[in-house]
């Protein structure tokens, strides 16, 4: 695989008539959801793609796609998470692309009593949605940087505008934004040719979002503005109704809060 591989430093910064042939890429998260659909469609235009879930059934059924390849892992254990990287350079030869989809919701109520499975729930999501990443990062640095590549990471709306009844998700999505952007001011200060990318997703139809998605837009539209914000190497993809919201959280935040305080 790797010996006949070409550097696809222009595919990655063309947005028209988009290409990831043959970008190599890890999408962590990649079973269901958001994620499937991103292994999908890079699979489809020619990408070499690795992935990760934690069930065995859909992780085969996601890895029957020509060109994609996986593994079970744990994305709440850092040893894990840097395993997954080094897996992946091994199995496609080196590394253009990371995104950083996998991500854990879970209500929590701070009023009626605490209990030591809400702990865990919490540190699962706390170590999932902002541990995972940074680790993910930090593995991917050195192979990023070779092949001038691209780091992205979903976060949401509910970052910058929380609501009440899942606060630890909330407050990992807003640590992950942050950390993206001094990320960015480290790699940039190395003169290194790596994008740091934010996607700022709106509410989205996915198993996390199951009974509460009325409106959501659909993975697979929300997958497709992914891959083209990728391909424009924008700081921030502001998917969906991501867009407006970021406009109306600039000017009125209290509208955006108020809009989001209940969702």
């Not at 079973?31 to 992935?51: D, F, K, P, R």
């Not at 079970?72 to 350079?89: E, Q, R, W």
């Not at 540190?123 to 995972?132: C, I, R, S």
């Not at 934010?198 to 959501?216: F, N, Y």
Request: glycine share 10%; proline share 6%; charged share 15%.
């Amino acid at each position: 695989m790797a010996g006949s591989y070409k550097r696809p430093g222009r595919v990655l910064g063309q947005p028209s008539g988009m290409s990831f042939h043959p970008t190599r890429v890890l999408v962590t998260g990649g079973t269901s959801g958001i994620g499937a659909h991103l292994v999908c469609l890079l699979a489809e235009q020619g990408a070499l793609v690795a992935t990760c879930g934690r069930d065995p059934d859909r992780l085969a059924e996601t890895t029957r796609q020509r060109g994609v390849t996986g593994w079970i892992t744990d994305l709440a254990d850092p040893g894990s998470t840097a395993a997954l990287v080094a897996d992946t350079v091994v199995a496609l030869g080196g590394l253009d692309l990371v995104v950083a989809n996998a991500a854990v919701q879970h209500r929590q109520s701070f009023t009626g009593g605490w209990t030591a499975a809400d702990s865990a729930a919490a540190l699962t999501e706390v170590h999932t949605n902002l541990v995972g990443p940074v680790v993910l990062a930090a593995a991917a640095w050195p192979h990023l940087r070779r092949s001038g590549g691209v780091f992205t990471a979903l976060t949401s709306a509910l970052a910058y505008s929380p609501k009440k009844s899942a606060p630890v998700y909330c407050a990992s999505k807003a640590g992950l934004g942050v950390f993206l952007r001094a990320l960015r001011y480290q790699w940039q200060d190395a003169d290194a040719a790596v994008t740091v990318q934010e996607a700022l997703m709106p509410l989205v139809a996915t198993p996390m979002t199951a009974g509460r998605d009325d409106g959501a837009m659909p993975a697979e539209q929300a997958a497709r503005q992914i891959l083209t914000g990728i391909a424009r190497r924008v700081p921030v993809i502001p998917v969906g109704r991501a867009r407006p919201f970021r406009v109306i959280h600039r000017l009125a935040p209290r509208i955006t809060d108020a809009m989001l305080r209940d969702s």
